[in-house]
């Protein structure tokens, strides 16, 4: 049994309504939830009226009702669990570290790596790189980074810029050297200015001023912009071989009009020429 307490009275009628306090005493006999109308009849001697109370359902009740189906995603794609590539490039990294600096003995355990795989762990080769190139482990990139190539894995920039930083940082040149080559005759119209700045940064950085030339010669061939980083170094190559004249006419064509400098806390933007630099 329920008490419901309505906090209505009956209006209408010649019978003055009932009391606030009876109405409230009213009771509802049910053993279910209440949903449906009820009528309080009031009578005198003239008429008869009814007033109508509508009775609202329990709250609970409406939330069930407004609950909808959730919806089941299908995807058409497989979702690679990151974790694992993570642990099967941890264990590359591993298998690397313990190896002798052979050749076959390098990639014979490379090949047993992936022995079960049943395509080629690039994500996890991936991440194997960059984890080497965290820890300044130049030779090991080189390995890695050949065997790849060989597997016909990996060929792209990102591999290519690792593997030439690693050169530079062994001081490998002759191998840079031969990658670039490969890269320029097969990759024509794909070289990124990012690769380009690399191979410049690594003959600047072992004082071969006319690579640099080549390459920026290149670069100009291809279409590709230098980045200010690669102007400073192509007109430092410039100034070495006594190109002066080639170096201002350089300058003048690519090196921005403006420049940044921080003075007293903040970012100031000046022209080159009024600050001589």
Not at 33 to 53: A, Q
Not at 82 to 97: C, F, P, Q, T, Y
Not at 268 to 273: I, N, P, Q
Request: glycine share 6%; hydrophobic share 35%; proline share 2%.
């Amino acid at each position: 049994m329920a008490q419901v307490g309505l906090g209505w009275f009956c209006s209408g009628c010649s019978c003055g309504g009932f009391p606030l306090q009876k109405l409230r005493a009213f009771t509802v006999h049910s053993a279910t939830k209440v949903t449906d109308i009820k009528y309080i009849d009031c009578s005198n001697n003239h008429r008869n009226r009814r007033s109508l109370v509508q009775l609202n359902t329990s709250s609970i009740e409406k939330k069930s009702n407004n609950k909808q189906p959730r919806k089941t995603e299908h995807h058409l794609w497989m979702k690679r669990d990151s974790a694992e590539s993570g642990h099967k490039a941890l264990n590359l990294v591993r298998i690397i570290s313990e190896l002798p600096n052979d050749k076959e003995v390098v990639y014979g355990a490379l090949d047993k790596w992936t022995a079960w795989e049943t395509e080629f762990p690039l994500i996890a080769a991936a991440k194997a790189l960059k984890i080497l190139r965290q820890r300044s482990r130049w030779s090991h990139i080189i390995q890695v980074a050949k065997w790849m190539l060989s597997k016909g894995q990996g060929l792209t920039m990102g591999t290519y810029d690792t593997l030439l930083l690693a050169f530079d940082m062994d001081g490998r040149v002759e191998e840079a050297e031969s990658l670039w080559n490969m890269i320029v005759h097969t990759h024509t119209r794909s070289i990124s200015r990012r690769l380009c700045s690399r191979i410049i940064s690594l003959y600047h950085h072992h004082h071969l001023p006319d690579k640099v030339i080549e390459v920026f010669a290149d670069m100009e061939e291809l279409g590709v912009k230098p980045d200010e980083d690669t102007v400073r170094r192509v007109a430092h190559a410039f100034q070495e071989l006594g190109q002066e004249e080639i170096r201002k006419l350089f300058v003048n064509k690519y090196q921005c009009k403006w420049k940044y400098l921080h003075f007293n806390g903040e970012r100031a933007k000046v022209k080159r020429d009024v600050w001589n630099g």
